[in-house]
């Protein structure tokens, strides 16, 4: 039990879309890991920039911008739903579940094998975004998730005086 790793899960809009939630949860269940945060998030231009900023430069770079904030789909099915799971050597067992990059070259029962494709446009729809290792997994899951929004401490916090206004039930 020596390597507890965390990760950021994202299924994608073509998820949504697809009504895939359920299978794919299913299928991420067989690493028995624990999901430590969860919500259904709809993108922004900002938060979908910085999530793929390591891939600013490649060619496909807007085209996956667009993809990530469901553009195509539209309402309700431009969100993503976002999970952390943790557990013994995470990332690698959950990098297996979801296959490669690529769907067409994805493993054909991982998640991405399964239910990917690639679009006449060249876009790698592949369901579910997976951290590839500790490092990117801790910025990703700091990016999408606020300390308050976890069950476990996971990271070093502190506590500030935010004076901005703020939503509330009324
Ligand atoms: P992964 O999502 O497996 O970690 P990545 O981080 O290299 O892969 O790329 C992020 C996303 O960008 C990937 O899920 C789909 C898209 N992508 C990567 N390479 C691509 C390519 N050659 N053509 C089209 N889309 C690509
Ligand atoms: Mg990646």
Known sequence: ?????RLLILIKPDGVKKSLTGNILTKLSE???TIIGAKAVKVSRELASEHY???QDKPFFGELIDYI???MYGAPYDRVFAFVYQGE???ARMR???GATNPEEADAVSIRGAYGRITTKGVYENVVHCSSD?????REIKLWFNP???TENVYPVKTEKITEEKKVWA
Request: aromatic share 0%.
């Open 1 to 5: 039990m020596g390597n507890i790793q």
């Open 31 to 33: 690493a028995k890991l």
């Open 53 to 55: 900023k390591q891939l």
């Open 69 to 71: 904030q469901g553009k």
């Open 89 to 91: 050597d995470a990332i």
């Open 96 to 98: 297996k579940i979801a």
């Open 134 to 138: 500790p490092i990117e997994a801790e």
């Open 148 to 150: 308050e929004e976890l």
